[in-house]
């Protein structure tokens, strides 16, 4: 199979499982802005609401992670940005809807740090990565704010560029292991948790928690088989906890949060072991990221 042909599918995947089990239910009040761009029209029509732009900025910590990693991995700092389109809409009596869909980019170094952090690790890495995502999340109108816990999950492709110079302590093992993601993008998955509280409509506050996964290698068909596995999984949560939202409006949006976040950490400790998960399959370097973000809407 070709690459175009795999990213192809790619692209019809994420799109299609992150709108597939979302709530195509739309408020009486929702409406269609006659003098807006055609791109934002194109944009509203396709996915069914009122979309504003918006441009997130975010920095936080990142630790590399590998489980058969016999060395100290660095710890980077980050920085993000987030360009893409928003909705924040009255979905269930005092319930709110968040819909983000994005394109971002991350760079991540020991420069990037600063005072976030002291120096970690055997070596130094930078990395960037790029991808998209969807950010779908449940909260509350409360007076001139809304806080809004939410989910996040997406395709990243990453570039980690190592410095060994002054890792003489690496064992054979560990450089084999960086060797399988030197200077190449590598493909892999994120998912984030975390709340978005909007103090106006055009500036918020974020705060999240991200787990990401950096594959060695694309074995297409196993990961095909353990995407549907997982995506089916979510899709099911995200069907019980809209229920549970529209049958209790005030604890609904906690437990959709808690259920999302609690699965998608549960395949996530599989797939650190097996990139594939439940298949057999190479372990992939993996990320725990803790950031904090401002975002502005046009």
């Known amino acids: 199979m070709t690459k175009f042909c795999q990213l192809s599918i790619l692209l019809f995947l994420l799109c299609f499982t992150s709108t597939l089990f979302s709530q195509d239910e739309k408020s009486d009040n929702d409406t269609t802005n006659a003098d807006g761009s055609q791109v934002e ?42 360009l893409g389109y928003a909705q924040i809409k009255e979905y269930e009596s005092i319930v709110w809807e ?22 970690t690790g055997d070596f130094k890495a930078k990395i960037t990565r790029f991808g998209f995502g969807n950010r779908i999340g449940y909260g509350y109108h409360l007076g001139p704010i809304e806080i809004l816990p939410f989910f996040q999950s997406g395709l990243v492709w990453t570039n980690i560029k190592t410095d060994t110079s002054t890792g003489s302590r690496l064992s054979q093992n560990d450089r084999d292991i960086l060797n399988r993601y030197e200077g190449v993008y590598r493909f892999g998955m994120h998912s984030e948790g975390g709340v ?33 596995i997982i995506q089916t999984g979510m899709g099911m949560i995200s069907v019980f906890a809209d ?51 401002i975002s502005f809407t046009f």
């Open 41 to 82: 029209e194109v944009i509203d029509w396709a996915w069914q609401g009122k979309f504003y732009p918006f441009v997130e900025a975010t920095a936080g910590l990142a630790p590399l992670k590998h489980e058969k990693f016999e060395g100290v991995l660095p710890e980077n700092g980050l920085a993000e940005i987030k």
């Open 196 to 228: 978005k509280v909007q103090l106006f409509k055009s500036l918020g506050l974020v705060g999240s928690y991200e787990l990401a996964v950096i594959y060695p290698r694309h074995i297409f068909m196993e990961w095909l088989g353990s995407y549907i």
């Open 98 to 119: 968040l819909d983000e869909r994005f394109v971002f980019g991350t760079s991540m170094s020991e420069d990037v740090a600063g005072f976030l952090s002291p120096a």
């Open 243 to 293: 229920d549970i939202i529209k049958s209790s409006p005030l604890f609904g949006p906690i437990f959709y949060f808690v259920l999302k976040n609690g699965l998608a950490y549960a395949f996530y400790q599989g797939i650190k072991e097996k990139m594939n998960w439940p298949f057999t399959s190479e372990t992939p370097m993996t990320m725990e990221n803790i950031k904090v973000g």
